[in-house]
T-cell receptor
Framework: AQTVTQSQPEMSVQEAETVTLSCTYDTSESDYYLFWYKQPPSRQMILVIRQEAYKQQNATENRFSVNFQKAAKSFSLKISDSQLGDAAMYFCAYRSRTSYDKVIFGPGTSLSVIP | GAVVSQHPSRVICKSGTSVKIECRSLDFQATTMFWYRQFPKQSLMLMATSNEGSKATYEQGVEKDKFLINHASLTLSTLTVTSAHPEDSSFYIC???????????FGDGTRLSIL
């Protein structure tokens, strides 16, 4: 079975600085998707960025980028120029291409942004 | 963008009551819908996967007679918590997707409180 691990329960970053959130996963599959979701206090799930396993190029979305290391099964999220609105829970997630495409979430990292 | 509407957003009821939560895809047809449960400061735990017109697939440890899922159309799935008790109090989130290479779209969640 697939598992997703986030080793940092809490992180903090100074406004305008850069922070990296870690994620590792375990799978025997070769074709899958990885995601980072943001959950603010409103508890709405917001897709931040996604990576397809067969693509070697790291995904980027404005201030958000990932470092995808397939062999190491690592998928970290870098947030540049951190803003107060970035404060939230961040979940790393894995989605199989089989098993009805269900998503497995990591335990989450709570990010605080210090003004 | 794809919108998933979840209703109600908040429900408070007495122990022993059955509660129905609706999840609707407003502008797309959802072949698959997922139901998650989230306890405070924890991650999302998948409860079940439902495909339109077929029985839901429940995750290990989830009581299918307790959490009834119906996915009768391509735009609506319902989760009924039968004879709810205080330990069923939680945040329930649905998501919906169309084809395999598309990400899931999440509803805004339902906060269920059983007195």
């Amino acid at each position: 079975a697939q598992t997703v691990t986030q080793s940092q329960p809490e992180m903090s970053v100074q406004e305008a600085e850069t922070v990296t959130l870690s994620c590792t996963y375990d799978t025997s599959e070769s074709d899958y998707y990885l995601f980072w979701y943001k959950q603010p206090p409103s508890r709405q799930m917001i897709l931040v960025i996604r990576q397809e396993a067969y693509k070697q190029q790291n995904a980027t979305e404005n201030r958000f980028s990932v470092n995808f290391q397939k062999a190491a099964k690592s998928f970290s999220l870098k947030i540049s120029d951190s803003q107060l609105g970035d404060a939230a829970m961040y979940f790393c997630a894995y989605r199989s291409r089989t098993s009805y495409d269900k998503v497995i979430f990591g335990p989450g990292t709570s990010l605080s942004v210090i003004p | 963008g794809a919108v998933v509407s979840q209703h109600p957003s908040r429900v408070i009821c007495k122990s022993g009551t059955s509660v129905k939560i609706e999840c609707r895809s407003l502008d797309f047809q959802a072949t698959t819908m997922f139901w998650y449960r989230q306890f405070p400061k924890q991650s999302l735990m998948l409860m079940a996967t439902s495909n339109e017109g077929s029985k839901a697939t429940y995750e290990q440890g989830v009581e299918k007679d307790k959490f009834l899922i119906n996915h009768a159309s391509l735009t609506l799935s319902t989760l009924t918590v039968t004879s709810a008790h205080p330990e069923d109090s939680s945040f329930y989130i649905c998501s919906a997707k169309t084809t395999s290479n598309q990400p899931q779209h999440f509803g805004d969640g339902t906060r269920l409180s059983i007195l």
